[in-house]
């Protein structure tokens, strides 16, 4: 069985403010990545940690945006093959 269908470990319990609260911090962290990556005072080895925190926040954002029902988010950019 998978995880997701292990319904003893998931509450279902989230509401859309819950969601919406998630989405709008995921948009400010991701917001606050991008204006890091533009310092050019960073060392390569910090430019590239905050390059996979970006990455990984903008999949956080599309997934919760898809989640909510954004007609611009499909299924297929949600998991990354669009």
Sequence with gaps: MNDHQDSENFS?????VEIESA???AEAN???ELMALRNNKLSR???????RTYKALDGVVTTLRWTLGDLK????KM????
Excluded: F, I, S
């Excluded at 988010?73 to 297929?76: C, H, L, S």
């Excluded at 998991?79 to 669009?82: I, P, Q, T, V």
């Design 73 to 76: 988010v499909t299924r297929a």
């Design 12 to 16: 279902y319990e989230r509401t859309w």
């Design 79 to 82: 998991l990354g093959d669009e």
């Design 23 to 25: 989405l709008r911090g």
């Design 30 to 32: 991701l917001n606050r």
């Design 45 to 51: 080895k910090q430019k590239m940690k905050h390059m």
